[in-house]
């Protein structure tokens, strides 16, 4: 007797062993024909698996969440199954699935061109059209690696001779296609459906080994319905015409170039935009009770290697070699082939800071603290470097030289829930002045690699979990991603086409203050380690203002925009009259610029909306003989006439931005 415990609680009793399709069917017919896979025991596995014992089972359909990760797998295998019945010689290596779609990697001497994709997901309809049964097949680990080797799979064999000799060989068939796969899958192709495209070509080393061979990319996306394809597919169409990198050119703000990789190059317009923003950090700061500080951006190695950070991020940090005995103080950019000849005791690595925690760290040792001092909250918009992979660098989303709004909050054990719970007041009333209402907040804990013993780190652990519950947040648990020192909050906004970005993130750390030997004095007049928090809001500068870009599609709200009005005219005569109307602006602190050009109104006018000034005000003989100005906002059609007074009340009122409200 074999009993089967649903979602529901009820029951369902068998005679003997039942296949998941068998329950699915018992179930009902409907059920039957929806089922995609069973979830047994909390582990997802195919609908041919037999339960020969009692467990809890659920039936999965597309309308289950985790049904996308089944579904883009078998799409990559059925990308994988059209591939090789187009192109013979190709070899198949690895194909996940990853957000929002999947990629396999194939090995193929002649390259894939933009053409072969429609040929290949043309191919891959047909397959589903054949609704091939998916079976899987156990084989013994010689037998396997031979039947790839005869192939001509040698990526295929070479992974199944990596595998542990305890684990199974699972092989998939479909059709006359078989791949290597733990599996789950779905029954048949059919299943799939037709909502998938293929996206773009890329290239991939072997394993991600830039000494392996460079193989060719196929990516796609995959969904449960063509909605869901149809609603993907129309915000990556909007994600291109906001990309920041375009909207960074059009508008005049920022350049990246080889010269200096990874760092920006900030024109008039956007160093407008970067100081607002951080104008606006500031006085938040200052508000809640931080003080700003600033330290060296080249600092001794040592100290690096007594927070832990020379061990665990040395691979990602710029090091300069310093030989202390030359008169002149002569530095090099330490190299990859060796010790340098000649090195002697004189001889000091100093980093570009990777980050600001060990130096706040210094500035809170100097002198003697009192439990009365705490909590300090010690910010700085620190500007640090990584090593960032060349290929891994993205516009301003991903750099090198960036400038954090970090800060560090040096407090008692008692003292954290409070600490936590302000910040996250804070940080949500920030992201909402930016124009970020929704975030989700992730608790990421120990990682795999970490410093301190598993004490400490339940210790802090349950310190943050406690200060979060508090504070009312809800959570998404997200395991092993918690920082070498703590577990950390991570805060993650939505932007306006409905993508994720991980900006701000609190850290509890209880492993730092002891590496770097911090201590107060208690109340019981002994010595103590202060709990060390370290939190972002924005995260980088460079990284939120291309996240601006692309939420506002660069037309900002007006506090934020670099050029907030431009004066123009109708014909030179009122030229006079223009530039007293941009003083008067600019006395009352708008952000104007001037347009007397010899040019056509209707052209003046389009080409400043197409650089998205929010507000245009044209004035000609009229409007100067009655003091006024016509107000043209971006997007719309329609003027407005105002006294120039009266327009500039109302305008500075707008320019003041949330700050003015609290």
């Known amino acids: 007797m074999v009993e089967i415990t649903l979602p529901d609680g009820s029951k369902r009793k068998f005679d003997g062993a039942v296949t998941g399709a068998e329950l699915a069917a018992d179930i009902g017919p409907g059920l039957a024909k929806a089922a995609l896979a069973v979830r047994v025991d909390g582990v997802m596995t195919d609908l041919s698996v037999v339960l020969e014992a009692d467990a809890e089972v659920s039936i999965v359909t597309s309308k289950d969440e985790d049904a996308l990760e089944l579904l883009r797998h078998d799409c990559a295998h059925v990308m994988a199954e059209a591939v090789k019945e187009l192109f013979p010689d190709t070899q198949v290596t690895i194909g996940p699935n990853i957000e929002n779609g999947f990629f396999y990697d194939f090995a193929r001497e002649e390259p894939f061109v933009p053409d072969d994709l429609e040929k290949i997901e043309a191919r891959m309809h047909e397959i589903v059209k054949r609704d091939e049964k ?151 700061l200052e508000g809640g009770g931080y003080v700003e500080v600033n330290t060296p951006q080249l600092v001794d190695r040592v100290l690096w290697e007594a927070s832990g950070h020379w061990e665990k991020f040395r691979e990602n940090m710029f090091i300069a070699e310093v030989d202390e005995s030359r008169g002149g103080g002569e530095t090099h950019a330490e190299g990859e082939g060796g010790p340098r000849p000649g090195r002697t005791a004189a001889t000091k690595f100093l980093a570009l800071k990777p980050m600001n925690c060990p130096c706040h760290v210094q500035i809170f040792k100097q002198g003697t603290t009192s439990y009365r001092d705490l909590p300090i909250r010690m910010a700085e918009f620190g500007s640090c470097h990584r090593y960032e992979p060349s290929g891994a660098l993205h516009g301003l989303m991903r750099v090198r030289a960036f400038t954090q709004d970090d800060a560090h909050i040096f407090c008692t054990d008692d003292q954290i829930e409070a600490e936590t719970k302000t910040f996250i007041g804070l940080l949500a009333s920030i992201y909402k002045d930016f124009g970020f209402a929704d975030f989700v907040v992730k608790f990421s804990d120990r990682p795999l690699v970490r410093a301190g013993s598993d004490e400490v780190w339940d210790r802090a652990e349950k310190a943050l979990m406690d200060a979060t519950i508090a504070a009312g947040v809800e959570l998404v648990m997200n395991p092993g991603e918690g920082a070498f020192y703590g577990p950390k909050l991570e805060f993650v906004l939505r932007d306006a086409i409905g993508r994720d970005w991980q900006c701000g993130t609190h850290q509890v750390d209880f492993v730092l203050p002891e590496r770097l030997d911090a201590s107060y004095i208690g109340e019981d007049g002994a010595k103590h380690r202060p709990v060390m928090l370290h ?44 530039t007293k109307v941009l003083g008067v602006l600019g006395a009352a602190g708008l952000r104007c610029e001037l347009d007397v050009r010899n040019e056509k109104i209707n052209y003046k006018i389009r080409e400043h909306s197409h650089a998205k000034v929010p507000v245009i005000l044209v004035v000609g003989t009229n409007e100067e003989a009655d003091g006024t100005v016509a107000m043209r906002r971006l997007g719309g059609k329609d003027q407005e006439i105002l006294a120039l007074e009266e327009a500039t009340v109302r305008l500075a009122k707008e320019a003041a931005g949330p700050l003015a409200k609290s």
Not at 264 to 271: A, D, S
Not at 538 to 543: D, P
Not at 553 to 560: K, Q, V
Request: glycine share 8%.
């Open 535 to 578: 939190r972002a809001i924005l995260g980088s500068f460079e990284r939120f203002i291309g996240i601006l870009i692309e939420n506002y599609a660069g037309r900002f709200p007006f506090w934020l925009a670099p050029v907030q009005v431009v004066v123009t005219t109708i014909t030179n005569a009122a030229d006079d009259y223009a």
């Open 134 to 284: 998916i079976t899987r097949e156990v084989w013994g680990r010689a037998e396997a690696i031979q039947f790839f080797k005869d192939q001509g799979e040698q990526y295929k064999a070479e992974i199944i001779e990596g595998i542990p000799g305890d684990e199974d060989i699972s092989l998939y068939r479909q059709g006359d296609f078989i791949d290597l796969c733990r599996g789950p899958h779905l029954p048949s192709t059919g299943k799939l459906g037709t909502s998938f495209k293929l996206m773009k070509l890329a290239g991939a080393y072997w394993r991600g080994d830039s000494n392996n061979e460079m193989l060719q990319r196929i990516y796609g996306t995959c969904w449960a319905d063509k909605k869901q394809l149809d609603q993907h597919l129309h915000m990556l169409e909007e994600a291109e015409k906001r990309d920041h990198r375009r909207l960074g050119r059009e508008m005049d703000m920022f350049h990246l170039q080889d010269v200096a990789v990874g760092s920006v190059f900030w024109h008039p317009k956007g160093w407008t935009l970067y100081r607002t923003v951080q104008a606006y950090m500031r006085e938040r």
